[in-house]
């Protein structure tokens, strides 16, 4: 991340909601969702799983979440 996006704290934790963040980055919508109603962005990457229209319908409201297809996606809207 440092290499390619910039100098940004990199932090493991499967309560996302629990950690202050500016930017979130995983793939399980039920952790973006939650995370996101504390506030930062939240890039949910966009898997099988995490593809339904009950899924979507959920996060569409969120101005917070958005849905990254790759890693690329996500470099590019940080270094704009």
């Known amino acids: ?10 932090i493991f934790i499967d309560e996302k909601s629990k ?5 979130l980055i995983d793939e ?3 952790e973006c969702i939650k995370a996101a109603v504390k506030g930062g962005i939240v ?3 966009d898997r099988p799983w995490n593809n339904s229209a009950d899924i979507r319908e ?12 790759s890693f ?4 590019n809207y940080l270094i704009q």
């Open 1 to 10: 991340i440092k290499q390619r996006i910039g100098n940004y704290e990199t």
């Open 43 to 45: 890039f949910m990457i």
């Open 19 to 23: 950690i202050a963040f500016d930017y």
């Open 72 to 75: 690329k996606e996500i470099e």
């Open 28 to 30: 399980y919508h039920v």
């Open 58 to 69: 959920k996060i569409k409201h969120i101005a917070n979440i958005k849905i990254a297809d």
